[in-house]
């Protein structure tokens, strides 16, 4: 290729790309201002891990299926689902953690699961200052009464109204019994209480429920 047909090249090459770029360039803006603005997520957006305690049976099946072995789940002894009361029983849960260093919210975690107590949230973003932050531990944030992530900017005191809101609307979809199911699944006494009491056929529920 000659000298002009050089120039006619580069030239080619730079309007293709602007065809691109350039109508951006005079497009409606749409950055969204976030975190002071709320960010826009699709029902189907696969955030950060939903996971209810109360109801996992510590079978590893996830753990097993994460392609990256991310998942550590530990437990006392055998739990099994009471589908009555709709909670596990039998051991306690002793940990169960997702590293998110390493996570790719692929999902086939939540595919296999048999009590379906852990899903794919719609929380997109778990800031921190240290990775090892972002090693989730959810047996404390049951302890908390979440069940999921909170990054750190929304604990800051000063942070954007919606916010409020939204910790309002997570809260909102747990009750207080729930809640004391979640803070007991990992005390082993109780969970051997509860199913001492289911052994010899009561199915009444424990106290507090
Ligand atoms: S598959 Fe479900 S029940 Fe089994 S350990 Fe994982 S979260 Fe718990
Ligand atoms: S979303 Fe995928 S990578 Fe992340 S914990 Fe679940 S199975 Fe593992």
């Given at each position: 290729m000659g000298y002009f047909g050089t120039v006619y090249q580069a030239i080619k090459t730079i309007c293709v790309g602007l065809r691109v770029t350039l109508p951006y360039s005079f497009g409606r803006t749409v950055v969204t201002q976030?975190?002071?603005?709320?960010?826009?997520?699709?029902?189907?957006?696969?955030?950060f891990h939903r996971y209810e305690i109360e109801r996992c049976i510590?079978?590893?099946?996830?753990?097993?299926?994460?392609?990256v072995d991310c998942i550590t789940v530990k437990k006392s002894g055998p739990r099994?689902?009471?589908k009555d009361r709709r909670v596990a029983v039998g051991g306690a849960m002793t940990a169960y953690t997702i590293d998110y260093n390493m996570c790719l919210f692929c999902g086939l975690c939540t595919d296999g699961c048999p009590t379906e107590c852990i899903h794919m949230g719609n929380i997109h973003d778990a800031s921190c200052y240290d990775r090892g932050d972002l090693v989730v531990d959810y047996i404390q944030l049951a302890k908390q009464g979440r069940?999921?992530?909170q990054p750190i900017?929304?604990?800051?005191?000063?942070?954007?109204?919606w916010v409020d809101d939204v910790d309002t609307v997570w809260s909102s979809q747990i009750d207080a019994a729930r809640r004391q199911w979640m803070a007991r699944a990992n005390d082993p006494d109780y969970c051997k209480?509860?199913?001492?009491?289911?052994?010899?056929?009561g199915k009444e529920g424990a106290k507090g429920e």
């Open positions: 976030y975190p002071d603005v709320p960010p826009t997520v699709k029902p189907q957006t696969r955030g510590a079978c590893e099946i996830c753990a097993k299926a994460c392609p099994k689902y009471d069940r999921s992530v900017w929304m604990k800051k005191p000063q942070h954007a109204a209480s509860l199913a001492e009491t289911q052994a010899v056929g």
